[in-house]
């Protein structure tokens, strides 16, 4: 089984920056992508980033403003979020696809973190 724990989501004025972060953890064998969803009140969840082995993938949206990256040896991936705007409030959740210590397939996802863009 393998857990994610994110952090560093919180309250942000417009044009301000927030650092989410997302540990795995538990029986990991490899991981292969590592990306941040997004999901705002009445909306579907949307892809924001995602960091495969190898490449990275971005939504529209937040091209050119947010910044994925991934420490692998401490299997963690990050989520640089500059030139916040309202429309990025939403709860942001990471996920994990890889493979388990049994070699079995796994789709992991964390809990959510909160950020809300406000003035």
């Known amino acids: 089984q393998v857990q994610l724990v994110e952090s560093g989501g919180g309250l942000v004025q417009p044009g301000g920056s927030l650092r989410l972060s997302c540990a795995a953890s538990?029986?990991?064998?490899?991981?292969?992508?590592m990306g941040w969803y997004r999901q705002a009140p009445g909306k579907q969840r949307e892809l924001v980033a995602i960091?495969?082995?190898?490449?990275?993938t971005y939504a529209d949206s937040v091209k050119g403003r947010f910044a994925i990256s991934r420490d692998n040896a401490k299997n963690t991936v990050y989520l640089q979020m500059n030139s916040l705007k309202p429309e990025d409030t939403a709860v942001y959740y990471c996920?994990?696809?890889?493979?388990?210590?049994?070699?079995?397939?796994?789709?992991?996802w964390g809990q959510g973190t909160q950020v809300t863009v406000s003035s």
């Open positions: 538990g029986s990991i064998f490899s991981i292969y992508a």
């Open positions: 996920n994990a696809r890889g493979r388990s210590r049994s070699l079995r397939h796994f789709d992991s």
């Open positions: 960091s495969t082995n190898s490449s990275t």
